[in-house]
């Protein structure tokens, strides 16, 4: 199970996480200590069960370490048991903006592989997106991040040229 692998070494538990220039902040006070659950993984630590054994299996064919998005968000708002979990992939980029789509989507490829092997329904997950970028982000901006568009929905997927994003209203949404 990812969410197992996560937990084992990757639980991110700061509020902040910067890369490349970037950063996502966590307003940790925003959140109902009793009804809402949010954990955040950093999932691209090259020493990380998650990354070295068990995004492995999923991505056959590479050489090296598997690639994968920055960190995994998972948030659930618990008064209403109908509503379906939020699992959000990030990406705190530099200028490579496809290759955050692709690190993203081979995240994602990996992900739901492993839960539909665990018969874990995917329509039981809300899927969400997001690329953080210090760099001016292109004109074509949707052309770049289509791949995930056609994956996740159009309100499910943002791309964001900014220093500091706080993650939490987007996955709460």
Not at 29 to 43: A, G, H, M
Not at 163 to 173: S, V
Request: proline fraction near 5%; charged fraction near 25%.
């Amino acid at each position: 199970m990812p969410l197992n692998s996560l937990l084992l070494d990757s639980l991110w538990y700061k509020n902040e996480l910067k890369e490349n220039k970037t950063s996502i902040q966590i307003n940790r006070s925003t959140l109902s200590q009793s009804s809402e659950t949010f954990l955040l993984f950093k999932s691209d630590n090259d020493q990380s069960h998650f990354k070295k054994t068990w995004l492995r299996k999923y991505q056959t064919g590479y050489t090296g370490n598997p690639n994968c998005c920055d960190a995994i968000a998972y948030y659930h708002d618990n008064t209403n048991s109908e509503k379906p979990v939020t699992i959000c992939f990030i990406e705190l980029k530099g200028k490579d903006l496809p290759t955050a789509v692709e690190q993203i989507k081979m995240t994602y490829e990996a992900v739901s592989a492993q839960l539909k092997e665990d018969k874990i329904p995917l329509s039981k997950i809300h899927w969400k997106a997001v690329i953080v970028t210090s760099y001016s982000l292109p004109r074509d901006k949707n052309t770049v991040i289509k791949p995930l568009i056609d994956k996740f929905s159009y309100d499910n997927v943002k791309l964001e040229h900014t220093n500091k994003y706080d993650i939490l209203p987007f996955i709460k949404n």
